[in-house]
């Protein structure tokens, strides 16, 4: 993790958030007082961690941590009162939100930072094997209507149309979907 936004009223806490962030070489470290400053500064950058440290002083923490851990880019952390844990902690778990209880020592609070930069770093490999899939799909629709058009064009069969592309490939030295780009840029109007 690179990147954080620590939002809390409470300004003691922040700067020890602060502290024991940079422990965990996170370089970059916002902090604002109220969720409407943080949602501001979140339509502008992503964070890869956000630490909400409620009551706040225009809502209780509750709603920004669901709406920021629902976009699915950032891992956040929520402080609460120890007396609302299990209800708030019951209604943001759903959404990846790490609930901790206050008061909260410092071990506590660096084994749930522990815990959000594994979750993080395992929500990187997701999302990065998601964006080879995509592209890998994406790539056989347009391999796929190329075929389509080899087929309607010069009555080949799919396997034909298949090694056509696979051929043209291998005698250009270029990827199926070069070719079967050329070919949608040739035939489709």
Not at 3 to 22: D, P, Q, R
Not at 90 to 109: M, Q, S, W
Request: hydrophobic share 40%.
């Amino acid at each position: 993790m690179e990147s954080a936004l620590v939002v809390s009223t409470n300004e003691k806490i922040a700067s020890i958030l602060a502290e024991t962030l940079l422990q965990l070489n996170i370089i970059r470290i916002i902090t604002v007082t109220t969720a409407g400053e943080a949602r501001r500064l979140l339509i502008e950058r992503d964070y890869d961690l956000c630490v909400v440290n409620s009551p706040l002083i225009d809502e209780t923490g509750e709603n920004l941590a669901r709406n920021i851990a629902s976009k699915g880019i950032s891992q956040v952390l929520l402080l609460v009162r120890s007396e609302f844990y299990n209800e708030i902690s019951h209604h943001v778990e759903d959404y990846g939100v790490i609930t901790v209880a206050k008061p909260v020592n410092r071990d506590l609070l660096w084994s749930a930072l522990k815990v959000a930069q594994a979750a993080h770093k395992k929500l990187q490999i997701v999302q990065n094997e998601n964006k080879l899939l995509l592209q890998k799909i994406e790539e056989i629709r347009i391999i796929d209507r190329a075929k389509c058009i080899l087929i309607s064009h010069f009555s080949m069969s799919e396997p034909e149309a298949h090694r056509c592309i696979e051929k043209q490939s291998m005698d250009m030295r270029t990827t199926k979907r070069a070719v079967a780009e050329e070919i949608l840029k040739t035939y489709e109007n």
